[in-house]
C-alpha cells in the first residue's frame, strides 16, 4: 500500500482516548496504526508547550511537528506525526506567513537562506492587510513540511462562530491562498490538509437549502460570502458567481474527497455535539485533502472515517500510489518521501536515525532531547555496558546503583548521543553508599516524643473520637442504652455521633471493672432491633434513582441547564433523549427527538409514563 495522509480534528489531544477504540491501548502508536496513517496531521491539540508529555512526543518510530499559541492558553494548535519507517522531511516551517523564526533563531523563516527555506512566502501588497503578520501565525494554526516530493501544509482555519472575527478568519484564508499559489508557482507539488471551516457547495452540508430560507437567505447569497467565494476560487469545480478576482483566475488545488466521491450525499466530517446531530448524520464537510493539479494522478483513493469516534469530527485521509509518474518516468513513491539516498526502488539504503531530525521536531525540545520511550527501553537491545570493577567484599548492589546502571547503559544505546554522556556509567557502589539504601532496623524502645503508628488491633480496640464508628451505627433506630447498664455509664457524656442521630455505646469510661463493661455494651447491643423496612428507607434516600419525565416515546427524559443570558439563564429543563433527525428539528412520530419539554421547576414527579 502506498502513503496514506489523515487528517483529524481532535478537539483536545488526549480527547479520543476516552473513545472506542482508542481507549484500549490508549497510546498515540496504537491510534496510529488503527488510523493506517504514515502522516497524521492533528488540528485543535488545545495544549501547551509546558503540557507536553512523553507519549506525545516520543512516540516509537515517529517524529512529531507541533505549532502551538503563543498567547492563548489551551486554544488550537496543529501537530504532524510522520512515520519514520515510510517518510522523512527534509525542512518543517511553523505558521502560514513565515514571520516566525526556527528554535534557537533569531532569524525568521522567510530570512533565511534559500537553500534552507521552504518559500513562496507572501509579498508585500499581495495580501489583503486585514490582520498584521504576526497576528496571522501566533495562533498555532499551522506547520508546513516540505518532502522530495511535496509541500504538505497542516492547518486549522478560523472558525466564523459569532462573527466577530470575520477579518482574522479572511486575512488567514486570503494568507493560505497566496501562499499555496506561489509555492505552485514556483514549481513545487502541495498537498493542503486541515479543518478549513467552509464549506463549498450544498450538497456538503445537512439541509442547506431549508435552513436558508428560514433566515431569508438565498443559495447564492450564501456561498458568495467572502471566505466561501475565496476558497471555491482556490478548487477546481468550485462554483464561484460572476467574475473571478484578481490573481484568482485559475483554481489551483482538487477536492480529493470528492474527485474520488463526486455526487456521494452525507459525506459529513462534523457534527454539533450539543444537539447530538452525529447519530442522524446531521452535519457539514469541512475538513479536506486537496492537493494541486501537477499531483492529482499521484493518488489511488481518498474518503472519510466517519465510524470512527473520538472528537466532534471524523477523520479524512488521501492514499498516494505505491508508483508516481515524475518528469515522464515511474518513481516509487518511498523514493521521494525521504531525502536523497534513504530508499531506492522502494527499498531502504539506510536507517532512520537522530541526524534526520529537523530543528523544528518536538523530540529536540530541551525536556525530551537524547531522551527515549520507555518501551524502547524495554524492547530494544541494549548496548553492552562498560565493565566495572566491583569488589568482592560486596554482597550486592543497592537498588538505587542498580536503577543508575541500567539507565546508563540506555544512554549508550541513544543514537547520536553527546560523548560526556558515554561516561555517565556508574561504578560499583561504595559500602557506604549501600548502607544508607538499607532499611532502619526499629527499636524496641523508643522516645516517648515521637507518636508511634497504630496496629490494626490497636485501632480496633480503641473507641472512636468522633462519628460513627461502624456501618451497623448507621441503621441503628434511635434507642436509648438499656437500664441495665451501670449508671456511671448513662451519665457519661456521648463522645460519638452516629450518622442517625444515636451514640455509639461502646464509650470510655473510669469503671476500674473492665468485664462488667464488655458484658454491658455487648447486652446492650444484643437488644438492638433491626428494621429492615427503616434501612431500605434509608438506603433509598442515598442511592435511590431520581424520577425523570417521560417523553412521547415513553421513555426518560435528559435535563439541561439554560446557559443562554437571559431570565431563564441557570434554570433545568426536559427533553426527549433521543438524537435530533435529518431535519434538524425536533419532529412528531419518528424515531427521532419528539418535542417534549418541561422547566424542571414544573415537574412534580407523579408522572407514571
Request: glycine content about 8%.
Amino acid at each position: 500500500m502506498g502513503v496514506r495522509i489523515t487528517s483529524w480534528n481532535v478537539n483536545g489531544i488526549r480527547n479520543p482516548f476516552g473513545y472506542q477504540p482508542w481507549r484500549e491501548k490508549r497510546t498515540f502508536e496504537a491510534m496510529f496504526d488503527i488510523l493506517e496513517a504514515d502522516i497524521v496531521v492533528m488540528q485543535e491539540a488545545k495544549i501547551q508547550r509546558k503540557d507536553l508529555q512523553d507519549d506525545m512526543v516520543l512516540v516509537p518510530g515517529w517524529d512529531v511537528y507541533f505549532s502551538l499559541p503563543k498567547h492563548k492558553k489551551g486554544y488550537a494548535g496543529v501537530a504532524i506525526y510522520t512515520r519514520n519507517s515510510v517518510c522523512t522531511p527534509i525542512r518543517a516551517e511553523e505558521g502560514i506567513v513565515g514571520v516566525l523564526s526556527p528554535p534557537n533563531s533569531s532569524t525568521t523563516f522567510r530570512d533565511l537562506p534559500q537553500d534552507q527555506q521552504i518559500g513562496g512566502y507572501p509579498q508585500p501588497g499581495q495580501l489583503m492587510g486585514l490582520v498584521d503578520d504576526v497576528t496571522l501565525d501566533s495562533e498555532g494554526r499551522c506547520v508546513i513540511l516540505e518532502f522530495p516530493a511535496f509541500v504538505l501544509i497542516g492547518t486549522y482555519s478560523p472558525a466564523n462562530s459569532d462573527g466577530t472575527r470575520d477579518d482574522f478568519r479572511l486575512g488567514y484564508l486570503d494568507a493560505l491562498d497566496v501562499r499555496i499559489r506561489n509555492l505552485i508557482a514556483m514549481g513545487k507539488r502541495v498537498v493542503l490538509t486541515g479543518d478549513l471551516n467552509v464549506i463549498r457547495s450544498p450538497i456538503d452540508t445537512c439541509n442547506l437549502v431549508d435552513r436558508l430560507r428560514k433566515e431569508g437567505m438565498s443559495v447564492e447569497d450564501f456561498f458568495s460570502t467572502p471566505s466561501r467565494r475565496l476558497f471555491n476560487q482556490l478548487v477546481f469545480e468550485g462554483d464561484v458567481l460572476g467574475p473571478r478576482d484578481e490573481n484568482r483566475e485559475k483554481p489551483a488545488l482538487w477536492d480529493l474527497g470528492r474527485l474520488f466521491h463526486p455526487t456521494r450525499e452525507g459525506m459529513f466530517t462534523c457534527w454539533e455535539t450539543k444537539r447530538n446531530t452525529r447519530p442522524a448524520n446531521n452535519g457539514s464537510r469541512i475538513d479536506y485533502v486537496l492537493c494541486s493539479d501537477n499531483m492529482k494522478e499521484w493518488f489511488a483513493d481518498s474518503n472519510i472515517q466517519e465510524g470512527l469516534m473520538g472528537s466532534d469530527h471524523c477523520p479524512v485521509y488521501a492514499t498516494l500510489k505505491d508508483a508516481v509518474s515524475v518528469d515522464g518516468r515511474e518513481v516509487h513513491i518511498k523514493d521521494i518521501m525521504n531525502p536523497p539516498g534513504v530508499f531506492k526502488d522502494g527499498s531502504r539504503l539506510r536507517e532512520w536515525t537522530a541526524k534526520d531530525l529537523l530543528p523544528l521536531s518536538a523530540k529536540l525540545i530541551p525536556e525530551f532531547n537524547h531522551r527515549r520511550s520507555i518501551k524502547d527501553m524495554f524492547f530494544k537491545k541494549p548496548a553492552a555496558p562498560k565493565p566495572t570493577a566491583v569488589p568482592t567484599s560486596q554482597p550486592s548492589e543497592s537498588p538505587t546503583n542498580m536503577t543508575t546502571n541500567v539507565d546508563s547503559s540506555v544512554d549508550e544505546k541513544s543514537v547520536d548521543a553527546p560523548a560526556s554522556q558515554s561516561d555517565s556509567v556508574t561504578s560499583a557502589p561504595s559500602p557506604a553508599k549501600a548502607s544508607r539504601t538499607l532499611k532502619r532496623t526499629p527499636s524496641k524502645t523508643t522516645s516517648t516524643n515521637r507518636p508511634q503508628k497504630k496496629t490494626k488491633a490497636a485501632l480496633a480496640k480503641e473507641p472512636s473520637s468522633k462519628g460513627q464508628s461502624s456501618l451497623r451505627g448507621f441503621f441503628k433506630p434511635k434507642t436509648t442504652a438499656s437500664p441495665s447498664i451501670n449508671t456511671d455509664i448513662q451519665d457519661e457524656p456521648d463522645p460519638t455521633g452516629a450518622l442517625d442521630g444515636t451514640s455509639d455505646v461502646e464509650v470510655s469510661t473510669g469503671l476500674s471493672d473492665d468485664k462488667q463493661t464488655k458484658d454491658a455494651v455487648e447486652k446492650a447491643d444484643s437488644d438492638m432491633v433491626f428494621d429492615p423496612i427503616e434501612n431500605k428507607k434509608s438506603w433509598s434516600k442515598i442511592l435511590g434513582k431520581r424520577v425523570m419525565p417521560k417523553c412521547e416515546h415513553g421513555e426518560d427524559c435528559i435535563s439541561f441547564t439554560t446557559k443562554k443570558p437571559g431570565v431563564n439563564q441557570g434554570r433545568s429543563f426536559f427533553i426527549c433523549a433521543r438524537p435530533l433527525g435529518p431535519s434538524g428539528e425536533k419532529e412528531r412520530g419518528t424515531e427521532w427527538r419528539c418535542g417534549m419539554f418541561m422547566w424542571s421547576s414544573d415537574w412534580t414527579g407523579l408522572q407514571t409514563g
